[in-house]
């Protein structure tokens, strides 16, 4: 948990870092990356000023992901994607903001997963995924789409020893 200071007020989070796009702990598109940063700038700064003071604000605050800034062809783009969601929030109060920012998270396919980094016998690298829906493998370079998922109704039997994680499934499909 992080306890951060916005605007006087204590904040607190369930996420290890206060923006987990930013840190990578949660996966989205590009246009969803900017209406979020446009809901923690109406949530920090209230109602839309100008575009100078949303620039240096932008400047302040880690909301644009690194890999989201070196994917697009400038810095002012992203920003001025970001200043035509943030235009379209005001009159928004600062819980509703936060409110919808959380409900726009809640329903990113990588939300409520923490990754784990594993290899198999073959020593084939994965991402092992543990959710309130059960435990699901990941190829390593897509966390979005599990490979194969087992729901916690069918697991029993997890065990970790000497560095070996193992799962005993049972049910219809092994």
Not at 42 to 53: H, K, L, R, W
Request: with cysteine.
């Amino acid at each position: 948990m992080v306890v951060c200071r916005l605007d006087g007020v204590m904040c607190w989070t369930m996420f290890p870092c206060p923006v987990p796009l930013t840190c990578n702990q949660i996966e989205s598109d590009v246009d969803t990356v900017f209406e979020l940063a446009a809901h923690v700038l109406q949530a920090t700064n209230g109602d839309f000023v100008s575009d100078e003071e949303t620039r240096e604000e932008l400047k302040k605050l880690p909301v644009i992901p690194t890999s989201t800034l070196k994917a697009h062809p400038s810095i002012g783009f992203c920003e001025d994607r970001v200043i035509q969601h943030y235009q379209k929030l005001s009159g928004s109060s600062r819980g509703l903001a936060i409110v919808n920012y959380m409900t726009i998270v809640e329903h990113l396919p990588t939300y409520g997963i923490h990754y784990y980094n594993v290899k198999d016998k073959k020593d084939i690298p994965w991402w092992l995924g543990i959710s309130p829906k059960g435990i699901a493998v990941y190829d390593k370079n897509d966390k979005t789409t599990p490979r194969r998922l087992f729901t916690w109704k069918h697991l029993e039997n997890l065990y970790y020893r000497d560095k070996k994680f193992s799962i005993e499934v049972h049910g219809p499909k092994r």
